[in-house]
């Protein structure tokens, strides 16, 4: 069974750093990675989706890699802003279980002004 | 494209009492996946749909639950006899066309609250 953690679980970060997000996952045979953002009480917002051919994916100040041999994942965002907090989730579709995604329990992001 | 709505956005219900969620997802997708949160967790998956077939469901799916998507489209996550312990977000997501036809777009959710 896939299992997937994410740390750290909560990150405070003043305006304008470089951060690290990270994800790991137990079973390499996955088919895709997809991180996520989630405002409080909100549904969730696709930010990429990383094929298992793929290394790495970047969308405007956001890049993240994946590694599947060692089971991990990174979200880096540069250039952090305020409006960058919230909850980031990353998410695993494995080979053998079908289309569903199996979730880590996010990174709690605030960026302070 | 308008994205995946969910209806309603809020429910608050007694025990006891059956509720109806409904899931609209993005016009070209053919599949369609409910999963459920709960505060300060990731999402759990329930079921998936591919066009109408109902292809997967999770163990967390108990018997009071069932979910249809009669057309293909639309999709309608049913609860009887509610729990209190069914007190979640219920999520739907919906992927399928295009070069990222895996990648899963989700709606605002349904926020369940059981008195």
């Known amino acids: 069974k896939q299992e997937v953690t994410q740390i750290p679980a909560a990150l405070s970060v003043p305006e304008g750093e470089n951060l690290v997000l990270n994800c790991s996952f137990t079973d390499s045979a996955i088919y895709n990675l997809q991180w996520f953002r989630q405002d409080p009480g909100k549904g969730l917002t696709s930010l990429l989706l990383i094929q298992s051919s793929q290394r790495e994916q970047t969308s405007g100040r956001l890049n993240a890699s994946l590694d599947k041999s060692s089971g991990r994942s990174t979200l880096y965002i540069a250039a952090s802003q305020p409006g960058d907090s919230a909850t980031y989730l990353c998410a695993s579709e494995g080979e053998t279980s079908g289309s569903r995604l199996t979730f880590g329990e996010g990174t709690q992001l605030t960026v302070n002004p | 494209d308008t994205g995946v709505s969910q209806d309603p956005r809020h429910k608050i219900t007694k025990r006891g009492q059956n509720v109806t969620f409904r899931c609209d997802p993005i016009s070209e997708h053919n599949r369609l996946y409910w999963y459920r949160q709960t505060l300060g967790q990731g999402p759990e998956f329930l079921t998936y749909?591919?066009?109408?077939?109902?292809?997967?469901k999770s163990r967390l799916l108990s018997d009071r639950f069932s979910a249809e998507r009669p057309k293909g489209s639309f999709s309608t996550l049913e609860i009887q006899r509610t729990e209190q312990g069914d007190s979640a977000m219920y999520l739907c997501?919906?992927?399928?066309?295009?070069?990222?036809?895996?990648?899963?777009?989700f709606g605002p959710g349904t926020r369940l609250t059981v008195l």
């Open positions: 997501a919906s992927s399928g066309t295009g070069t990222s036809y895996n990648e899963q777009f």
């Open positions: 749909f591919q066009n109408e077939a109902q292809l997967e």
